[in-house]
């Protein structure tokens, strides 16, 4: 059950930076989904140019923020976690 708990809070870091990679990755794409999103649905198909730029940099740089946030966090972990298995180990030794 020692086991278990160890490393599934490695794979749980790993899992949890890859998400932030990824959305770091797509988040620009994702962002001009969402502004194009809401534009249909809340504008009814319509607004100023300049008001769809700035709401679509807005989706862009939340999702930019939400996946540097989970990969800072995601590789803090791991290398927190890291750390004590690898230290763990040479004291079992």
Do not use: H, P, R, W
């Not at 809401?38 to 989706?59: E, V």
């Amino acid at each position: 059950m020692k086991d278990i708990k160890k490393y599934g809070f490695l794979v749980f870091t790993i899992v949890l930076s890859a998400i932030g990679f990824l959305i770091i990755i797509y988040g620009v794409e994702n962002g001009a989904d969402s502004a194009n999103e809401y534009l249909s649905t809340s504008m009814g198909g319509s607004m100023d140019t300049d008001s769809f730029l700035l709401i679509m940099k807005g989706y862009i740089l939340s999702n930019f923020i939400l996946g540097g946030i989970l990969l800072l966090v995601g590789l803090s972990f791991f290398c927190m976690s890291l750390y004590k298995l690898l230290k763990e180990m040479d004291l079992g030794d």
